[in-house]
């Protein structure tokens, strides 16, 4: 091999150029990634105008970053890449419950909160109480689970995303279990929102025929010594985005029952988190 | 299928998504996209930590990108896709001249040069004189071919990158053909030069064991009516970088002899350029 570029062995003359002192796993990234894009290229006879659009999309992505907007998340996320890589490191044993994204509006240091008292600060919305346990695999209760809640307000915003219009945690909370790994709290029950759609990505699902809506859906971030942390949501069943998600968070086993409540309380939603330990 | 993503449905899931009105050509496009992005991160079981500094990077490498910086295309380049694309769309029959990249330096408008003119207006760098037929396939010589010529200065850089200390048309040319096909004009032996290596790609080449150089090169952008155009470099033999540019721009077919010259000229440099007829 003359070691000069031609179509046919495009990939191993990129890859071969790797350094003999590279670390390993970043030689087995890139040496993919090569293959892979090379591949795409080859695949679809990827014109000369197609690379320019890719360009001027990838540089009107990154203009589009900012301290309060990250638009090549975006764009990973409406790709599937960011559940994929989710997915990938997040593999559990059947009964365990399923991680989806952590989303860009976790803000961490939230208020640690009484068990039954409520997240709601700004008054908005349908009331729910949420209620469940925190197991392991043999379905033994949990003590000490930190659970960490958020969601967006009965306008469809998380309160990072209206710093001078809500409470700075509104619809947000830590809770911790007891020996009976029981918790509960009043929310409200979660509505569907957007994911900003007036950049670059907005611009591609509208061309893919794609709509940028999330169904609704409550946060949670489980932690306990001796345990995997979980990163999931719960989604309201019966929202009309289930199967749409922009951002393809949805699991079926994700999926959580609103029942009417009564009283002074809308909603009800139970639902019991199952933990795998860790080593 | 229900629709939902899991980590083995995760390409067809996001594909399913691709509205019925979507044209044709994007779907394929974009189908095939997703597909080697979500065989590349299954591949390599690539680590949360590792999306976060892809996204990182990406982040960063837009932040680069300016009227004068387009540090996408420099991506693109070392990695072999740009001149991936080049070939895809460029094949040509043998005997023919190869393509190579356009690279970022041409400039329109060029001056209308007579034959034999030099193209050097700083004085500086070792003198050669450029000689040559315009020929197609048959060996027949073309008339009214347009040979736009382009190169670094003795000090590696193109007119466009040192406005206030090149003349604005230094090392650039445009000369025309008459029924021999012949073309001679005098330029510079040209030198070596880094790719802009202080940015997101110039990092990422050193993590990767690479140097940023290019071979010295002339560019070479032929058109003439009925035929194919023809953009191109002729690179120097000998030149250290010859086998390891960073831009993969070589080949093989493009390496030209440069010999002492004698005379008030230094060098001589020989090369006939092919073209292929349209339609």
Known sequence: MSGYFTEK??????NARIGDDVSPRLREVMESLVRHLHAFAKDVNLTQEEWEVAIDFLTRTGRMCSEERQEFI???????FSMLVDAINNRRPAGATENTVLGPFHVGGA????MGDTIVQDGKGESCLYEGRVLDLDGNPIEGARIDVWC?????????????LQPKWNNRGVFTTAADGLYSFRGIKPVSYPIPDDGPVGKMLAALGRHPFRPA?????ITAPGFE???THTFVDGDPYL?????FGVKESLI???????GDTDWHCAFDFVMVQTG
């Not at 975006?74 to 599937?80: A, E, F």
């Not at 306008?155 to 995303?161: A, H, R």
């Not at 859906?217 to 971030?221: G, K």
């Open 111 to 114: 208020p640690e909160r009484a």
């Open 152 to 164: 967006d307000n009965a306008d469809g915003f998380y309160s990072v995303q209206q710093p001078d």
């Open 256 to 262: 959580a029952e609103f029942k009417p409540h009564g």
């Open 229 to 231: 942390t979980i990163v």
């Open 243 to 247: 199967a749409s998600d922009a951002v």
């Open 217 to 221: 859906h409550m946060h949670f971030m």
């Open 74 to 80: 975006l764009l990973s996320d409406v790709l599937g």
């Open 9 to 14: 062995s495009s990939t191993d003359t990129v």
